[in-house]
């Protein structure tokens, strides 16, 4: 009797390793080319606020749009995603998803309006939905073994090589030229992608897939999402006396209530209840909901701040985080390794209780830290300010490690969960799970943020209608004030902000702090393998998903 998915590992073996080669890479740019939209969109937020303004939101509640839109349709999709390449074929999909990401980023490249702008994003995020569950299973359908961890480990390292030069140079091209380059960078990158993919990459399938697939499920996520996070920020943008905010929060409640008792209930389920049997793929899932939710919120946030307040120009920005993601680079496939061998709960525990500690030094940098314009100019300097390093690097260092550390390891205990043949879902469900947290997270601290930045001006310029539309799109958190504005209301608005930033670094250190508590008490390693196990013995195997449940 073949394990589960031995029709894949056949096909694998057959691979010359000039092909595996080029699929690593198609795969590496493909999912890539989803975190290098993500930083440098981030840089770019500053400047959309200020040249896209809009009647409809505020400056930070549009920026948290712009940034969120794009995870919203990205959750809700995945799934179903997944689900569809299982049953299409996973290099067809994954062509049709670098296709229209190419497109979505051309659209969101010459978006006129910030209105036009978000829709763009939604629907990037509906074309990236089949783009990284899709990268996983082809690594799961390529690679066995040591050489499977070695290439998640590598996916990890390269994909987060792929956003190093991307922030500095899309930060370049964003202060010299445009912010609309934060999306059009993309597309040489997904045309070697497409070429790569349609030229080398083997097609695999799950031939158990029914070909059901849960529509109304994707639906739900969606509302529910899209319910929960926008009700909240609009309600804390408006002093929550909009109906819509109420309205938004009440619907989005009722539908993530309703996904559950959906699951168990329709044939075909979007989420198949039968893989949460598995401790580890439970307990993986639960701690990426908050240390993806933290994570992805504190590179938006930083960011902002970065630029908005302390004075960064957008180039400067992506080399100062350059530290963030560099240890990932370095160390994600040796990481990789380690975690196959010894099992993946240190390094689970360990990695985001150091991301949290990097985090809460990040939440001690004072309103007076200088900013640093990269550039050759009078105000210019090539070289950072005394400042970077003690207020932000120490921090990013530290952050780095941590990300290095959890990464890789989690990917694995995930990939290895499951039987090979549900890898597309199992993979498409805990990128679901990791975007989800993040429109959701970014709307908690947008309340946090919002609310300890309009009450720090309210005690320090007293008479200031903090809660006033017009006040608020001309002062808004983390943000450079408007040029009419005071120069009272101005320095009060850079301590506000810097405390406003402050208590969000402490928020999703916490987070981070209940991630790692998580793994810590929750992940099983897998039983080691045994050698020789008599006569017709079958031995464990990761690809075969055998764990300690």
């Known amino acids: 009797m073949s394990a589960p998915g ?26 890539g080319i989803v975190f290098l939209d993500t930083s440098v969109v981030n840089l770019a937020l500053p400047r959309i606020g200020e040249e896209l303004s809009s009647e409809l939101f505020g400056t930070l509640e549009a920026q948290s749009y712009v940034a969120n839109a794009y995870f919203v349709t990205l959750s809700a999709l995945l799934i179903l995603a997944g689900a ?3 049953y299409f074929g996973r290099r067809r999909m994954f062509a049709i998803g670098l296709v229209g990401f190419a497109a979505t980023s051309l659209l969101c490249g010459i978006a006129p309006t910030m209105e036009f702008l978000i829709v763009c994003r939604i629907l990037q995020g509906a074309a990236g939905a089949l783009l990284v569950p899709g990268s996983l299973a082809i690594i799961t359908a390529t690679f066995q073994g040591e050489e499977q961890g070695r290439a998640f480990g590598l996916w990890a390292g390269a994909s987060a090589a792929t956003t190093i030069l991307g922030p500095f140079l899309g930060g370049l091209l964003v202060s010299t030229i445009s912010w609309r380059m934060a999306f059009l960078i993309n597309l040489p990158f997904l045309v070697i992608a497409y070429l790569a993919t349609v030229g080398f990459v083997p097609e695999s399938r799950d031939e158990q897939a029914t070909g059901r697939f849960d529509w109304l499920g994707s639906l739900v996520v969606a509302v529910a999402v899209t319910g929960l996070a926008f009700g909240t920020i609009r309600g804390q943008q408006h002093g929550w006396s909009e109906p819509i905010a109420m309205v938004s929060l ?15 209930r329709r044939s075909a389920p979007l989420v198949p209840p039968s893989l949460f049997r598995s401790r580890n793929f439970t307990v993986t899932n639960i701690s990426t909901f908050v240390i993806y939710g933290a994570l992805y919120v504190t590179l938006t946030f930083l960011g902002i701040f970065m630029i908005g307040t ?10 100062a985080l350059v530290p963030s993601s560099l240890f990932l680079v370095l160390f994600s496939s040796r990481v990789g390794k380690l975690a196959a061998r010894f099992g993946p709960r240190l390094f689970m525990s360990l990695g985001p209780a150091i991301m949290a500690l990097g985090l809460l030094w990040l939440a001690r940098i004072p309103a007076g830290s200088q900013g640093w314009m990269l550039g ?7 070289v950072p300010p005394a400042d970077y390093f003690t207020d932000l690097l120490p921090g990013l260092v530290v952050f780095g490690i941590g990300l290095s550390i959890m990464v890789a390891p989690l990917t694995t205990a995930l990939m290895t969960s499951v039987p090979a043949r549900n890898s597309g879902v199992a993979s498409a469900i805990n990128n679901a799970i990791s975007r989800v947290g993040s429109p959701l997270v970014n709307a908690l601290i947008f309340v946090a943020v919002a609310a300890s930045f309009y009450t720090t001006i309210g005690h320090q310029v007293p008479g200031v209608d903090t809660g006033s539309g017009a006040f608020r799109n001309a002062v808004a958190p983390l943000n450079r004030p408007s040029a009419d504005v005071s120069l009272e209301v101005r320095a009060a608005a850079q301590q506000a902000s810097t405390k406003a930033f402050h208590l969000a670094m402490l928020v999703a250190a916490g987070l981070l702090m209940a991630g790692a508590a998580v793994n810590g008490f929750g992940i099983r390693n897998p039983a080691p393998a045994r050698r020789h196990l008599g006569p017709g013995a079958e031995q464990p195997s990761p690809e075969s998903g055998s764990v300690t449940i």
């Open 310 to 319: 302390l004075g960064y120009n957008e180039q400067a920005a992506g080399i």
């Open 6 to 31: 031995g029709t894949l590992v056949a096909e694998a073996a057959a691979l010359t390793p000039a092909r595996k080669r080029w699929t690593l890479l198609a795969v590496i740019l493909g999912s």
């Open 84 to 86: 569809l390449s299982d």
């Open 250 to 264: 009440a619907v989005g409640a009722v539908a993530a209530i309703a996904l559950p008792l959906l699951m168990t």
């Open 376 to 382: 050759a100019g009078r105000s210019a300097s090539i």
